[in-house]
């Protein structure tokens, strides 16, 4: 794994440990901030083709898409 792919696993796995501490507590103030963190992190590992598991899922609880989702894919040259 290479440092990269290792430093935005680790911080999207603590995103998501504020996000849940967040949610479980009542914090709405946190799981904003939280939801903004992961989904900025999120559109990293999109723009490097990473693929980190369960973000998708934890965006999608709050009613949000993930960046890879909201992409839009080029047309193909004829």
Known sequence: ???????????????RGDLSLAAATGDDYLVQLSLGQLESL?????E???TIEGVEEDL?????STPAAGLSQLPAEA
Do not use: P
């Open 48 to 50: 490097h083709d990473l």
């Open 1 to 15: 794994m290479s440092a990269f792919r290792s430093e935005i696993s680790s911080r999207i796995a603590q995103v």
């Open 60 to 64: 999608a609880l709050y009613g949000l």
């Open 42 to 46: 999120a559109r990293i590992a999109v």
